[in-house]
C-alpha cells in the first residue's frame, strides 16, 4: 500500500514524504543540474504519456502545458488547445482571452514574466562569475564558465597591453616633438649671438672710424693744412 505524508523539514521547507513499504522517499528539490535535467525528462515524458492515455481511455478532454525551469514550454491537448483553454476560463469564471483589452494585460503580464526569469539567470550567472553559488553546478557547468573566465581575463589583459602600448606611442611622439622643438631653440638662439657678435664688431668699427675723424678734424683745424 502507498501512503503520503507531508511534514515539515528543519529548515522550513514543505517536503512530501512518500513510504513503500519498509523505504521513505523525500520529494523535494533535486540540486544537482544534471539529475535535475534527467529526472525532468523521464517525469515530463511519464507525464505526456499518461495525459494522452487518460484522454483515449476515457475519451476525456485533456490539455497539458509543462514549463522547464529555463522556459521551455512542452503540451499536449487531446483537443484543440486553444478551445480547451477557452472552455476551462469559462467554467472557472475567467475573463474571455478574446477580449482585446484581455490580450493587452497578458501580453505584459507575459513580458514581465519573461524579463523577471531573464533577470535571475543573468543574476546567478553574475554570482558564478564572481565564484558565488557554484556548489550546485555540475561538472559540465563548471568547465563552461572557467572557460568564460579564461576568455573574459583574456579580453581584459588585450586592452591593458593595447592603452600600454597606446600609451607608449603617446610618449614616443611627445618626445621627439620636444627634442624639435629643443633644436628649433637651440638654432634660434645660436642665430642670435651671432647677430649681436657681428653687431658688436660693425660698431667697434664705426667707433674707430669716428674716433680717426675727429683726430684728423683737430689736426686740420691746428695746421690749417688738409691731410
Same mark, same amino acid.
Request: proline share 2%; charged share 35%; hydrophobic share 35%.
Given at each position: 500500500?502507498?501512503?503520503?505524508?507531508?511534514?515539515?523539514?528543519?529548515?522550513?521547507?514543505?517536503?512530501?514524504?512518500?513510504?513503500? @513499504? %519498509? @523505504?521513505?522517499?523525500?520529494?523535494?528539490?533535486?540540486?544537482?543540474?544534471? =539529475? %535535475?535535467?534527467?529526472?525532468? &525528462?523521464?517525469? %515530463?515524458?511519464?507525464?505526456?504519456?499518461?495525459?494522452?492515455?487518460?484522454?483515449? $481511455?476515457?475519451?476525456?478532454?485533456?490539455?497539458?502545458?509543462?514549463?522547464? !525551469?529555463? @522556459?521551455?514550454?512542452?503540451?499536449?491537448? &487531446?483537443?484543440?488547445?486553444?478551445?480547451?483553454?477557452?472552455?476551462?476560463?469559462?467554467?472557472? @469564471? $475567467?475573463?474571455? !482571452? !478574446?477580449?482585446? +483589452?484581455?490580450?493587452?494585460?497578458?501580453?505584459?503580464? !507575459?513580458?514581465?514574466?519573461?524579463?523577471?526569469?531573464?533577470?535571475?539567470?543573468?543574476?546567478?550567472? +553574475?554570482?558564478? /562569475?564572481?565564484?558565488?553559488?557554484?556548489?550546485?553546478?555540475?561538472?559540465?557547468?563548471?568547465?563552461?564558465?572557467?572557460? +568564460?573566465?579564461?576568455?573574459?581575463?583574456?579580453?581584459?589583459? #588585450?586592452?591593458?597591453?593595447?592603452?600600454? #602600448?597606446?600609451?607608449?606611442? $603617446?610618449?614616443?611622439? %611627445? =618626445?621627439? +616633438?620636444?627634442?624639435?622643438?629643443?633644436?628649433?631653440?637651440?638654432?634660434? /638662439?645660436?642665430?642670435?649671438?651671432?647677430?649681436?657678435?657681428?653687431?658688436?664688431?660693425?660698431?667697434?668699427?664705426?667707433? &674707430?672710424? $669716428?674716433?680717426?675723424?675727429?683726430?684728423?678734424?683737430?689736426? /686740420?683745424?691746428?695746421?690749417?693744412?688738409?691731410?
Amino acid at each position: 500500500m502507498t501512503t503520503y505524508s507531508r511534514h515539515l523539514c528543519s529548515d522550513w521547507t514543505m517536503v512530501d514524504t512518500k513510504e513503500m @513499504g %519498509r @523505504g521513505k522517499v523525500e520529494l523535494k528539490r533535486i540540486e544537482n543540474p544534471t =539529475n %535535475r535535467q534527467v529526472t525532468f &525528462s523521464k517525469r %515530463r515524458n511519464g507525464l505526456l504519456k499518461k495525459a494522452f492515455e487518460l484522454s483515449i $481511455l476515457c475519451d476525456a478532454e485533456v490539455a497539458l502545458l509543462i514549463f522547464s !525551469s529555463s @522556459g521551455k514550454v512542452y503540451q499536449f491537448a &487531446s483537443h484543440d488547445m486553444d478551445r480547451t483553454i477557452a472552455k476551462y476560463r469559462r467554467e472557472v @469564471g $475567467l475573463p474571455d !482571452s !478574446s477580449n482585446p +483589452q484581455f490580450r493587452t494585460m497578458e501580453f505584459w503580464r !507575459s513580458e514581465i514574466e519573461e524579463l523577471k526569469r531573464s533577470i535571475n539567470i543573468l543574476e546567478a550567472r +553574475q554570482k558564478h /562569475l564572481h565564484g558565488e553559488d557554484i556548489l550546485a553546478l555540475g561538472m559540465r557547468e563548471l568547465k563552461q564558465l572557467e572557460r +568564460q573566465l579564461k576568455i573574459g581575463a583574456e579580453r581584459v589583459r #588585450s586592452r591593458k597591453r593595447r592603452i600600454v #602600448s597606446d600609451h607608449a606611442t $603617446l610618449l614616443k611622439r %611627445r =618626445n621627439k +616633438q620636444l627634442q624639435e622643438e629643443n633644436t628649433h631653440f637651440l638654432k634660434r /638662439l645660436k642665430e642670435l649671438d651671432d647677430g649681436n657678435t657681428s653687431s658688436r664688431i660693425m660698431g667697434e668699427n664705426s667707433c &674707430s672710424m $669716428l674716433q680717426q675723424r675727429i683726430v684728423e678734424d683737430d689736426l /686740420l683745424n691746428e695746421t690749417g693744412l688738409p691731410l
